[in-house]
């Protein structure tokens, strides 16, 4: 058999995963800088050829296109980020905030800057999490409206949704008893789904983030309360092409403007009990 990962080493070893990876993203001040897809470090302050701009944005109650008033969550969530950018924008870092404040159906949203333009990736929430072009639009619009006039120059300000990385999950499973098998399987479909979702997945159930790379413990720590499960004995990450073809999960890991997202026939599952075990 493969590695073996019993219910409480693999809650203990995906949380440990979830926060390093949480905290790599996510320091507080958020001082350090990111790399994108190409390769070129992401730079603190809004800066198109070499000039650096103070982007002065509408606040943020003006700023959501005709949506209701805003829940109690989403006034807790975007306070102190509110409190911080005081709505202009002087780092990438606070174009992602107030592109996540236009929209409760934004889930996530990641700036790069590039030499003569910025790059806006906007994740949105549900089973697709690609904005269509009305609501690129609409997005542009609002961000547009208050910004300086050189991001409105063509191509200055690129939005655009994530690459999606569809990931497929085999497991072998000891059970207490194959006649549970069914209830199960539905236990850890939904489980997973749940875990991958893009605003409220992840071990801090705050969204499986862009660029984030799934791992055999992250999946152990999805299933780790599952009914009837005695032990995970493997796990196998695997990758569906844009074809349909099943291949291992490829290296490097993805980048951040790409994003794991389960396969709609998202498991494969092999039972033994403790008596086959034996």
Do not use: C
Request: proline share 6%; aromatic share 6%.
């Amino acid at each position: 058999h493969g590695p073996r990962h019993d219910r409480a080493e693999g809650l203990g070893h995906a949380g440990h995963h979830g926060r390093r990876a949480r905290d790599a993203r996510r320091r507080d001040g958020r001082e350090h800088l990111r790399n994108d897809d190409d390769g070129e470090d992401r730079v603190e302050l809004l800066d198109l050829a070499n000039d650096t701009w103070t982007f002065s944005f509408s606040a943020a109650d003006q700023a959501t296109g005709g949506a209701p008033p805003e829940s109690d969550d989403r006034v807790l969530r975007f306070g102190f980020s509110r409190q911080r950018h005081r709505s202009r924008a002087v780092t990438a870092y606070d174009l992602e905030d107030l592109a996540l404040q236009s929209s409760p159906d934004i889930a996530q949203a990641r700036a790069f800057m590039k030499r003569g333009y910025i790059r806006l990736v906007v994740v949105r929430r549900g089973k697709n999490p690609l904005p269509n072009a009305a609501q690129i639009r609409e997005l542009r619009r609002l961000l547009l409206k208050s910004a300086p006039v050189a991001l409105s120059a063509p191509n200055a300000l690129r939005i655009e949704g994530p690459k999606i990385r569809r990931l497929r999950v085999s497991l072998e499973l000891r059970v207490e008893s194959l006649d549970r098998t069914g209830e199960l399987s539905a236990s850890i479909k939904k489980k997973l789904v749940k875990f991958f979702d893009t605003a409220t997945g992840g071990v801090d159930k705050d969204g499986w983030a862009l660029g984030l790379n799934p791992s055999e413990d992250d999946i152990a720590f999805a299933l780790s309360d599952a009914p009837f499960l005695e032990s995970i004995e493997k796990v196998i990450r695997l990758e569906i092409t844009e074809d349909g073809n099943e291949q291992p999960w490829p290296e490097p890991p993805p980048r951040e403007t790409e994003i794991v997202m389960l396969d709609d026939d998202p498991v494969r599952f092999e039972f033994e009990t403790a008596e086959v075990m034996a």
